[in-house]
């Protein structure tokens, strides 16, 4: 209840305050390739219900047009220039602000999957399937930061991920949410978001070495 209580309040207070923000990407967008702005995904939230992820367009028209769903590579040659500076700051997400508000998902948690994104030519939802900790992770809203998406290097494998989000399941608490949002502030300040590696190493002690004692994996 306090989890919720919060999301809706400061997802309110953050749509209000950041208008001005959404014009100027708005503008921005519109000069360099025009309509649409945003757009929506599929993803996968609490329980797998599906539900519709918006977003700020960072991509071309049609990117996925030939390739299906797959995630963004570094450098990769369908994000426009304004996109790779909304990319690099996070504010490509800031519309999720109304799917927090909405209950779709929640500021902390779990990535939300696309249940058709396309890597290494396997499909991300039959593949997870099999993975330790899927259901784990599944029984929680989806959030719009969380531990995976600031301490994991963005290239381990989605195995590895779903381990440091099970750590954060099972230790999870209103003030360890806290922490992650101001240190998800600060990546954005940095302009940090499309760093490959970690974009901090230490949680306490190691977070690698806090995910093997807890949760058993070597």
């Not at 797998?48 to 030939?66: D, G, H, P, Q, T």
């Not at 997870?128 to 531990?147: C, M, N, Q, W």
Request: glycine share 6%; with cysteine; hydrophobic share 45%.
């Amino acid at each position: 209840m306090i989890k919720r209580a919060f999301d809706f309040t400061f997802s309110l207070f953050g749509i209000i305050l950041s208008v001005p923000v959404w014009l100027v990407i708005t503008l921005a967008i519109l000069i360099e390739d025009g309509w649409p702005v945003l757009y929506s995904q599929e993803r996968m939230g609490k329980d797998c219900v599906i539900f519709k992820a918006l977003k700020f367009r960072s991509m071309v028209k049609e990117a996925e047009k030939l390739t299906g769903p797959i995630q963004a590579k570094e450098d990769d040659q369908r994000v426009t220039k304004v996109g790779k500076v909304l990319r690099a700051l996070a504010m490509d997400e800031l519309p999720q602000l109304i799917n927090i508000l909405r209950g779709d998902i929640s500021f902390v948690g779990p990535r939300a999957l696309r249940s058709e994104e396309i890597e290494v030519a396997d499909n991300v939802l039959k593949k997870a399937l099999d993975y330790p900790h899927f259901e784990e992770r599944s029984k929680i809203k989806p959030g719009l930061t969380g531990v995976a998406q600031v301490f994991a290097p963005r290239d381990i494998s989605r195995k590895e991920k779903f381990g440091y989000d099970a750590w954060y399941i099972r230790n999870q608490n209103f003030w360890l949410d806290i922490y992650i949002i101001i240190l998800s502030f600060l990546v954005t300040f940095r302009g940090k978001w499309e760093l490959r590696k970690s974009k901090f190493n230490y949680l306490g002690r190691s977070l690698k070495e806090l995910i093997q004692s807890q949760l058993g994996e070597s």
